[in-house]
């Protein structure tokens, strides 16, 4: 199994960002995939999380309104599209795939920093 996430950066308040996961070595449309972060200091945070089909989707509610997640099964790519972030949202963010309601599996993150 492998999740190679991408998409983070720098970016100022209010911005957008959209993040990647690229997966292989498993069948991508038999899981629900998540997003999960971790900002410097804090422990892990889940973010959200879709169904195997993308028929439901499941957020945070410091999140909701402002990130959405999506997949695109037929390229095995999990996406996370960030609105209006904010300093707290920094973080290292991380794809992961779930398996009997915990994740198995993680990709290596990618950092996104808001900052002015």
């Known amino acids: 199994v492998q999740l190679v996430e991408s998409g983070g950066g720098l970016v100022q308040p209010g911005g957008s960002l959209r993040l990647s996961c690229a997966a292989s070595?498993?069948?991508?449309?038999?899981?629900?995939m998540s997003w999960v972060r971790q900002a410097p200091g804090k422990g892990l945070e889940w973010v959200s999380a879709?169904?195997?089909?993308?028929?439901?989707?499941y957020y945070a509610e410091s999140m909701k309104g402002r990130f959405t997640i999506s997949r695109d099964n037929a390229k095995n790519t999990l996406y996370l599209q960030m609105n209006s972030l904010k300093s707290e949202d920094t973080a290292v963010y991380y794809c992961?795939?779930?398996?009997?309601?915990?994740?198995?599996?993680w990709g290596q993150g990618t950092q996104v920093t808001v900052s002015s």
């Open positions: 992961a795939k779930v398996s009997a309601s915990s994740w198995d599996y």
């Open positions: 070595g498993f069948t991508f449309d038999d899981y629900a």
């Open positions: 879709i169904s195997w089909n993308g028929g439901s989707t």
